[in-house]
């Protein structure tokens, strides 16, 4: 049995198959009955829009079902072990996914759990969406040989999986923008969690205009995770990482712009680029559904 926690968990050939399956099954295939009484336990740490939404409707429209769990109506860690939770969802459920604070909590259920577990989010790292991230390109380009992905702004959990995949030879190249302070904090943050990444494969730097120029996708997130406070100095360091008209005309005219959402169209983004024609955020918010279906079949 396996899990899919991390894209690491997966190798370059699954990553290709799940994307490439995902983008036949969109065209061609989009309802069956390939989960038939098959069932997925859906918990949630905090809040969702598309997480909740692709993995419900995308085990609905494989012929199973689900049932969503808040972190509150559950005894998860509170009246009773992690372990036996995970225990009890292995007897009714045949696949969980998981929405959590902590990427620990994450591996503990899947130590524990008798079924597959999949990762709808963690502090660490963001895999579903980087599946649905790279479907999004290669519907565009063709293919992920030879693209250039830059990254702007700090590095966080779907910059991670980015970093996971770049890693995984799946054939793009990844430049992360992101001022040195957050670069720090990152590395404290994996040394803190007793983790460990490869950057042999990823360009780190501050804004680098040559690397902005060769881009092929300019992406980028959020500066403040759900339930952080904002804090003005933060917002004043990374101004300059902000993706707007001035940093999208560096790039090529066909560039992509992405961005995981939800956005804050007066900091990360402006609202010109994101509502733009480079703009390709609600394809990709789609392709999460494709995703999420292509995942659940694969690890049933």
């Known amino acids: 049995m396996k899990n899919f926690l991390n ?37 949630f740490e905090k809040n969702s829009t598309r997480t909740r939404i692709s993995f419900e409707l995308a085990i609905k429209q494989l012929g199973g079902l689900s049932i ?18 995970a225990k009890t969802l292995s007897q009714y459920a045949d696949i969980i996914m998981m929405r959590s604070n902590s990427h620990q909590t994450l591996e503990n259920l899947a130590k524990y759990s008798e079924v597959p577990i999949i990762n709808g989010l963690s502090d660490l790292s963001h895999p579903c969406q980087t599946l649905a991230t790279l479907m999004t390109i290669i519907e565009i380009k063709g293919s992920l040989d030879g693209v250039n992905i830059s990254w702007f702004g700090p590095i966080s959990n779907v910059a991670h999986s980015l970093i996971d995949a770049a890693n995984n030879d799946l ?14 904090i990152y590395f404290q943050k994996l040394n803190d969690m ?11 730097t501050e804004i680098d205009e040559k690397k902005v120029a060769l881009a092929d996708v300019i992406y980028t997130d959020t500066w403040f995770s759900m339930g952080d406070i904002e804090d003005s100095t ?60 292509e995942l659940i079949l694969s690890f049933l």
């Open 7 to 43: 894209i690491s968990d997966l190798s370059s050939d699954e990553c290709l198959r799940i994307i490439k399956t995902a983008i036949d099954r969109k065209i061609n295939k989009p309802h069956s009955n390939e989960a038939k009484n098959k069932s997925l336990a859906m918990i």
């Open 68 to 85: 969503m769990l808040e972190k509150d109506q559950l005894h998860l860690g509170k009246r009773e072990t992690l372990a036996d939770t």
């Open 171 to 184: 054939g793009f190249t990844l430049t992360i923008h992101c001022p040195k302070y957050y670069q720090d």
């Open 194 to 204: 007793n983790k460990k990444i490869s950057l042999d494969k990823v360009s780190l």
């Open 234 to 293: 933060k917002i004043e360091m990374l101004t300059p990482y902000s993706i707007n008209k001035n940093i999208m005309s560096m790039t090529k005219k066909e560039s992509m712009f992405m961005h995981c959402l939800p956005a804050n169209r007066s900091q990360e983004v402006s609202a010109e680029v994101i509502d733009g024609e480079q703009s390709y955020v609600w394809h990709e918010a789609q392709n999460r559904l494709h995703i999420q279906k």
